[in-house]
Each structure stands twice: as structure tokens, then as C-alpha cells.
């Protein structure tokens, strides 16, 4: 039997390999799911939107996802693509069940970003509920303050010393730094479009670089920015910082929480079940919130 011998990279051995697994007859959808998962994360590993499943690089694809690039030579859709690697993110017992037949695709896919949202309300609460959980999540806040608070929740809970975050797309193209193998993206969901999704950013910290390749600018405060600050937060909110940047930023944040108290009491109101505030009236509410919104 003639047999053909290729010198390739580990990536494109990997796709060969994932390839040759999905033509197997039986195949369990937890099986789909991971091969589909191992083929995507190596050709973002290769960086280049060749067609690699040929191997050999070929012409040039432009405008196309990963996923599309699968789809090209695979059963299934890109759409479907996509819903089997969202199967990875369960947990081994929910997948077993979707093997079995005891889960459809659909529930189980729609389990897989429950998941998510029930990791951000865990937070949110395991954050309010210490001095030391709700001081560490500001000092990861503080780092990523371009990211909304959800988003923030969520970068905590699964990477809380990450510093600087972003897309697989801007690491690769803008900043020309490639994310390192097997590394885990942080998970967020977005809720832009009809039906959310999940969309990953990765920390500096989990990317390498080139020769060519940018490093992210950190900020940060030092004493000699403290007159340009004040200045920029006395334009900004109208508060002077003539006693100094501790009072001006305590005076601000004063009065942005007021402003929130009095755009959202109403709802808050409504959800003091289990909480310290449940006991008070609607005045004794006011006045708690105060002494904690500073």
C-alpha cells in the first residue's frame, strides 16, 4: 500500500488529525464538539487565514471566520459550528447527558450561557458581601475601567489579576502579538445583538511577542499628573480640587452615587429580599444607602 509522507507543522497535524476523527462513522456530540473546538483553536494558532485544511498553504481567503473555514469542508453549517463548540463550555456531567440523548442540542446550548450569567450574579454578590472581595474586584476595575461593569464582573471571576484585555483580532493585527497555546479566554457575554453570545478577550499576560510587536500602555497615577487630574476632574464634574485629589475624588463619587440613587431607588426598592435593607422602611433605606454608597 503506498503510503505519502508530508513534513508538517504541529498545527497543521492537528488539523489532519481532527479531520480524519470527524469522518468516523459514529461520532458522539461531545466528540464533534471538542474536535470542532481543537480544529479552531489551531487555526488561530496559525495566525493566517489560510485554508489550512489542505495543508499546503493555498490561496489567500479574505473576509472569512475561522468558523467559515471549517464549514468549507465539514457537514455541518458554520451556525452549527459554532453551537458544538458552545457544548465544550459545559460541565462533563450536562455533556454526558447530551450524549445520551438526555439533553437536545438546543437546551444545551442555551445552558451553556446560563452558566455565564449565573458566574456573574455569583460575583456580584460574593463582591458586595466583603470589604476585601468588593477592594480586590475595584483594583482589577481600575485596570480595565473601558470595560462596562458586567464585563468586569466577569474578567474578575475568571482572571482577577488580568491587566489588559482584549480580542484575539487586536492582540494578532493591531498590536502584532500572538495569543499563547492553550490558553483559556475570558469569557463575557454580549448582548449587542437579538440573542446574546459569548465572545472571549484574552490578558496581556497570556500573549507573546514578535519582533515587531506592541506593547499595551499601562497608566497609571503618579504625583507629578496630580494638577493635570484635578483639572481634568474639576472641568469634567465641576467639583474643585483645591483640598486635594483624596477630597475632590471622594466629593465626586459622592456625587455620582446620589445621582444613581435618585435615577434607580425606585427599582432598587423593589429588590431588597434577602438583603440587610429588607427590615427598613423606604426613609431608613435612603439613609443606610448612604452611609454605604460612600
Known sequence: MPVIIRDVDRIAATIIMVDSNLQRENILPSERAKAYKMKLDAIKQQGARYDLTSVQPGQKLVRKSSRDLIAENSPDSSTQIQRYIRLTELEPQLLQMVDEGKIGMTPAVELSYLMYAQMADHTAKQITGSFGEWTAFLETAGRLYKYPFHEQLMIFAQKPDATACADYDLWNKQMRRY???GTKGIALIDTSGDNPRLKYVFDVSDTGGRENSRRPFLW???????????AALEQRYDISGKQGLANQLEQIAFQLVNEYWNDNSHDILGILA???LEEYDDYNVSLQSADRRV
Open 179 to 181: 495569543v499563547r497555546r
Open 220 to 230: 497609571e497615577y503618579r504625583d507629578e499628573h496630580q494638577d493635570a487630574v484635578t
Open 274 to 276: 434577602d438583603s440587610f
